[in-house]
Antibody, heavy 118, light 107 residues
Framework: QVQLVQSGAEVKKPGASVKVSCKTS????????IDWVRQAPGQGLEWMSW????????AFAQKFQGRVTMTTETSTSTVYMELRSLRSDDTAVYYC???????????WGQGTPVTVSS | DIQMTQSPSSLSASVGDRVTITCRAS??????LGWYQQKPGKAPKRLVY???SLQSGVPSRFSGSGSGTEFTLTISSLQPEDFATYYC?????????FGQGTKLEIK
């Protein structure tokens, strides 16, 4: 069965970077792209970005362009999302997900809480 | 970017009620829309994909409809486990965008 397992909670200072991992299993790694979605405390869901594991193509919400880098590691079937220049309003739970809008393929990681505080 | 306007933002209803949640897209998105349910502390769970196709394992009291710019999620007879927050997500154009959410509360 498809599983996405994310790295643990992080606490960072403003201006720092955070790198969240999303280890996948249960399917051929290059089959699906990975979306990143975040949710600030008490707020709604916010789509951040997507990477094609197959060819490395990416897409970003404008507010994250230039501040987010996604990478893939085929040997461990892991996708990483790095967010730089952290601010307090980046405090959120970050989710990785496989979202195929046209087919019944939808899997989510458990979420990684990131707290940005001085 | 395509804006998804979801309404209402909150809704109070009773077990057994029929409820409808609406998402309007700022431009046409064909049927490239999904509906999600989220409970506190949990990852979202998709109920409907491609506007009207029910995700496997989702009870048939949930249904989705619409295309173009207007979409609805209907719960035909609310059950206690349905009290949660619901979101729409368009995947027609990058960046993908969520609606603001509808919090469904017990009356």
């Amino acid at each position: 069965q498809v599983q996405l397992v994310q790295s643990g909670a992080e606490v960072k200072k403003p201006g720092a970077s955070v790198k969240v991992s999303c280890k996948t299993s249960g399917y051929s790694f290059a089959t699906y792209g990975i979306d990143w979605v975040r949710q600030a405390p008490g707020q709604g869901l916010e789509w951040m970005s997507w990477i094609s594991v197959y060819n490395g193509n990416t897409a970003f919400a404008q507010k994250f362009q230039g501040r987010v880098t996604m990478t893939t590691e085929t040997s461990t079937s892991t996708v990483y999302m790095e967010l730089r220049s952290l601010r307090s309003d980046d405090t959120a739970v970050y989710y990785c997900a496989i979202i195929d809008g046209d087919n019944p393929i939808d899997y989510w990681g458990q979420g990684t809480p990131v707290t940005v505080s001085s | 970017d395509i804006q998804m306007t979801q309404s209402p933002s909150s809704l109070s209803a009773s077990v057994g009620d029929r409820v409808t949640i609406t998402c309007r897209a700022s431009q046409g998105i064909r049927n490239d829309l999904g509906w999600y349910q989220q409970k506190p502390g949990k990852a979202p769970k998709r109920l409907v994909y491609a506007a009207s196709s029910l995700q496997s394992g989702v009870p048939s009291r949930f249904s989705g409809s619409g295309s173009g710019t207007e979409f609805t999620l209907t719960i035909s007879s609310l059950q206690p486990e349905d009290f949660a927050t619901y979101y729409c997500l368009q995947h027609n154009t990058n960046p993908h965008t969520f609606g603001q959410g509808t919090k469904l509360e017990i009356k």
